[in-house]
């Protein structure tokens, strides 16, 4: 009597793992790059630009080059406002700007010949000989204020009108005394009170004596 024995097991293939599968799944989908696709203008409304076309396409085209014609001339009128207001407003600034430094030259000119009379101070205690040592340091001391002063009014564009020996100019050099009679050329003798000028101009003539060469 054979024995019973249990029934044998088929062994079942193995299925196929999944994993590639899976690694296929996971790839990167590629990107689709969306196109963007401008929107075309529309069909413009004639109403919307207050435009009342007639049927007939002739009259409708006349309508709009009339239309397109004044608008151009508008337009163009509009620009030459444009442009004078421009040019106006380009002469004013430089007009300010004139006025201004013209303004800041007066003011200048009125401090600088406001500080003459000092410097005909220093001139005059200057003029003066020094009897003792005390005298003269004072002088000296006289003399670089003076110097200094000249100095910073020369910054600003103050000069010395030459006097003493020069040939008498009347445009520089205003005469207070001249030789009764006498012929030939004319020379300052005597420099009585000194003159200036300011950026090239006569601010004071020299108050001079002349007499012939």
Do not use: W
């Given at each position: 009597m054979s024995e019973d024995r249990p029934p044998t097991e088929e062994r079942r293939p193995e299925e196929p793992?999944?994993?590639?599968?899976?690694?296929?799944?996971?790839?990167?989908?590629?990107?689709?790059v969306a196109e963007v696709v401008e929107e075309e203008r529309g069909p413009i409304d004639p109403h919307a630009l207050g435009l009342e076309l007639p049927?007939?396409?002739?009259e409708a085209l006349q309508?709009?080059?009339?239309?397109?014609?004044?608008?151009?001339?508008?337009a163009g009128a509009y620009l030459d406002d444009l442009q004078r207001v421009a040019a106006d407003f380009d002469n004013f600034r430089k007009r300010a700007l004139r006025d201004h430094?013209?303004?800041?030259?007066?003011?200048?000119?009125?401090?600088?010949?406001?500080?003459?009379?000092?410097?005909?101070?220093?001139?005059a205690a200057l003029a003066s000989g020094a009897e003792t040592t005390t005298e003269q340091q004072l002088l000296d001391g006289i003399r670089g204020t003076r110097d200094l002063?000249?100095?910073?009014?020369?910054?600003?564009?103050?000069?010395?009108?030459?006097?003493?020996?020069?040939?008498?100019?009347?445009?520089?050099h205003e005469a207070v005394a001249a030789p009764q009679e006498g012929q030939g050329h004319l020379v300052v003798a005597q420099e009585l009170r000194r003159g200036y000028l300011l950026k090239g101009r006569v601010l004071r003539a020299a108050?001079?004596?002349v007499d012939h060469e």
């Open positions: 793992s999944a994993l590639p599968q899976q690694a296929a799944e996971s790839e990167e989908a590629p990107v689709v049927e007939d396409p002739t309508l709009v080059l009339r239309e397109l014609a004044d608008a151009r001339d508008e430094a013209a303004n800041i030259e007066r003011a200048s000119e009125h401090i600088v010949k406001s500080l003459l009379p000092v410097l005909d101070t220093l001139d002063l000249l100095d910073t009014l020369g910054k600003e564009g103050l000069e010395l009108i030459p006097a003493l020996g020069e040939d008498f100019d009347p445009r520089l108050l001079v004596a």
